[in-house]
């Protein structure tokens, strides 16, 4: 089911770009980039976990306990991808700059020559077999407003702010929130099932129920169970329920009626958690559509689909960027 959509005139008011730090044309350093990034998705929104490997600087394999699968020059070799452990580190490592909780603080991501990478851009969203890759900013029992910063070079996880001071939820965060990365959700689109909402300029949010808390900087494979359409002041913002595939009860759940049954009241609290943590600072309740209820994994795979395919126009300059950063 496609969503129909409509689009309103772009920012009159279009900031520049970043550009990467090498020595050559920022145009040029742009279009390499997002050249490179939308490989694996210019052909076909669903393309399989071979084709997201040539975002990548070089062939990968997947080791020690991912044995089952691996890659060489995107040639697959195996299709046991639910073997595998969930953390999904395709020659990337992290690198922290600055103390936490201090405004200087980011995570940035490398590859092994030690050149940063966006988590954001650079690391591959499918899979293959309805599994994503998922990048943890929020580990779950906390509450330092960690996120991406998409108006900065690579994209590093930092601290949010507002007024200059570091913010945090009134309470914990009672799972593991992040990112889907290669996604966009467009502010120049509504969207017609959801009151006609526009997207957020942010990557999609995930929401993963498992058991364990996870670190900033990991990235998980997760699979996707539902979706919920939070409206916050006016924007759409969606939010993917989805599970890691290591955590125990993974094999119980695959669809948004095994949540309710082997993790039951979760997809009540997570839209109560979303709806009311702004309430704390004066502000109002957020709203959610669809009748304010967790869509089924199919809808959550056509938002996916569908985010992905923005976040590929994104990357070949086909929609203004403003003050994101392609790098």
């Known amino acids: 089911m496609q969503t129909t ?11 520049p770009h970043l550009i990467e730090r090498e020595r050559v044309p920022p145009q040029m350093s742009q279009a390499m980039a997002a050249a490179a990034r939308v490989i694996a998705v210019a052909s076909n929104s669903t393309s399989t976990a071979a084709s997201s490997c040539l975002l990548l600087k070089t062939p990968f394999a997947l080791k020690r306990a991912c044995n089952a699968l691996s890659f060489n020059n995107g040639r697959r070799l195996s299709k046991r991808l639910f073997s595998c452990n969930a953390i999904f580190n395709p020659q990337v490592q992290i690198k922290q700059e600055g103390q936490p909780e201090t ?6 991501f490398e590859d092994t020559s030690g050149k940063k990478i966006s988590p954001w851009h650079d690391v591959p969203l499918h899979l293959g077999d309805g599994v994503f890759n998922f990048i943890v900013e929020i580990p779950k029992e906390s509450s330092a407003k960690m996120e991406v910063a998409t108006d900065e070079l690579y994209t590093p996880i930092k601290q949010d702010t507002k007024k200059g001071k570091l913010r945090y939820y009134p309470y914990n965060i009672n799972w593991n929130y992040g990112l889907l990365p290669q996604t966009w959700e467009d502010p120049s689109l509504a969207n017609n099932e959801v009151e006609a909402a526009f997207g957020d300029n942010d990557p999609v949010d995930v929401v993963e129920i498992g058991e364990s808390q996870r670190k900033i900087g990991e990235i998980l494979k997760v699979k996707p169970l539902a979706a919920l359409a939070m409206i916050d002041e006016g924007e759409l913002d969606w939010k993917i329920v989805a599970i890691s595939l290591d955590d125990p009860r993974a094999s119980l759940v695959n669809d948004v009626d095994d949540v309710e049954k082997h993790f039951p009241g979760t997809l009540t609290a997570i839209r109560d958690w979303f709806r009311d943590y702004k309430i704390p600072d004066g502000k109002p309740a957020n709203k959610f559509g669809l009748g304010n209820k967790a869509a089924n994994k199919d809808y959550a795979l056509k938002v996916i689909t569908e985010t992905n395919e923005s976040w590929a126009k994104l990357v070949k300059r086909s929609i203004p960027a403003g003050e994101l950063s392609l790098v």
């Open 5 to 15: 959509c409509f689009r309103k005139p772009p920012n009159s008011k279009v900031l």
């Open 103 to 108: 405004l200087d603080y980011r995570v940035f």
